[in-house]
C-alpha cells in the first residue's frame, strides 16, 4: 500500500479551488449561487474525529502488543489495512471537498460581503478547516498503522504495510 503524498493532496485542493471559484463566479452571473450547507463542516469535522479515535485506539493496542502487557488484545494486520484505506480515501475526498468550498469561499469574499454572503463564506472557511482536520488525522493514522523499519518479512505488531 502506498503512502499518501502531502503533494497531491495539496494539488487535488488547489484545482478544485480553482474550478470551483470558476464555476461560482460563472453560477452567480447567471442567477444566484447556491449556499453552502451549515451540515457540510459538522460531517467533515465528525469524519475527523473518527479518524483520529481510530489512530488513538490502534496506537494503544499496538503499543500494549509491542510491550507484551498481559492482556493486550492485538490487533488485525486486516484491521489496520482497512482503517489505513479509510483514511485514505477520506483524506483525498477532503482534500476534494476542502478545495471546492475553498474555492467559493474565496469567491464569496471578493465578490463583495453582505449579511448572507458573509455567513456562507463562515460555513465555507469552517469547511475547509475540517477538511484540513480530516487530512491531519488521516496521515497521523497512516503513521500509526506504519511497520516498524527493518520488519521485513511482514510478521510486525499487526501493522499494515503503507
Not at 98 to 112: M, N
Request: aromatic share 6%; with cysteine; hydrophobic share 55%.
Amino acid at each position: 500500500m502506498k503512502q499518501l503524498r502531502i503533494k497531491i493532496l495539496v494539488g487535488l485542493f488547489v484545482v478544485a479551488g480553482i474550478l470551483a471559484w470558476a464555476g461560482a463566479r460563472l453560477w452567480d452571473s447567471f442567477g444566484t449561487l447556491p449556499g453552502v450547507p451549515v451540515a457540510a463542516p459538522i460531517v467533515l469535522a465528525l469524519i475527523a474525529a473518527v479518524l483520529a479515535a481510530t489512530a488513538l485506539s490502534l496506537r494503544g493496542r499496538l503499543r500494549a502488543q509491542r510491550e507484551r502487557r498481559p492482556g493486550a488484545k492485538g490487533v488485525d494486520p486486516l484491521v489496520a489495512a482497512r482503517a489505513v484505506v479509510f483514511g485514505q480515501a477520506s483524506a483525498l475526498v477532503a482534500a476534494l471537498v476542502a478545495g471546492l468550498y475553498g474555492g467559493v469561499g474565496v469567491f464569496l469574499v471578493t465578490s463583495g460581503v453582505d449579511g448572507a454572503r458573509r455567513t456562507q463564506a463562515v460555513y465555507a472557511g469552517f469547511s475547509v478547516l475540517a477538511g484540513a482536520a480530516v487530512v491531519a488525522a488521516a496521515i497521523f493514522l497512516e503513521r500509526v498503522c506504519k511497520l516498524p523499519e527493518g520488519d521485513d518479512d511482514g510478521e510486525g505488531p499487526g501493522a499494515a504495510r503503507t
